[in-house]
């Protein structure tokens, strides 16, 4: 009797942990309700393939741990990044693409964290600063190859020049 007790005891504390979760969640959803639909990506560049990695987060800028919850931009996912004239394409493999227009990129840089993900090396991610909606945010995203994120900060920036 003892024994299942235990164990039903473990099994509501677990049950109760997630059940907190999906309410966090939920609730910064509606906190974020306001945020403008994502603009979508341009048709002739949906079949455009990038950089290999994970899409790891979009987050409010400056504050590496408000995840944005809305329009699954805190979803972390398999994708591929593509850097076109038009802007950036996340093609995230489970989850929605996420389309970043050139002109409302206002930065590029490497940092070791954002919410979600942090890594062992100074820049093992690639965050682009960009805004939506009169909001400034931050996305994360973790090349495959550590050899890729140079060169993929250096076109992100050139992108951003030209815009």
Same mark, same amino acid.
């Given at each position: 009797m003892k024994a299942f007790l235990g164990i039903a005891g473990t099994l509501l504390v677990i049950a109760a942990g @997630? @059940?907190?979760?999906y309410r966090g969640w939920r609730n910064r959803q509606s906190r974020q309700a306001e945020l403008a639909p994502l603009p979508p990506a341009p048709a002739e560049d949906t079949t455009t393939r990038g950089v290999e990695g994970v899409y790891v987060a979009t987050t409010s800028a400056g504050d590496w741990m408000d995840r944005i919850a809305v329009h699954e931009l805190g979803v972390r996912a398999a994708a591929d990044l593509a850097v076109t004239d038009a802007g950036l394409i996340?093609? /995230?493999?489970?989850?929605a693409d996420v389309f970043i227009p050139a002109d409302r990129l206002t930065g590029v840089r490497t940092d /070791?964290?954002?919410a979600g993900k942090v890594t062992a090396e100074k820049s093992g991610l690639v965050v682009v600063t960009w805004s939506h909606d009169g909001r400034e945010l931050d996305t994360g995203f973790r090349p495959r190859r550590k050899a890729d994120t140079a060169a993929l900060t250096a076109s992100i920036s050139t992108l951003i020049g030209a815009s």
């Open positions: @997630y @059940y907190g979760m996340f093609h /995230r493999q489970g989850a /070791r964290g954002i």
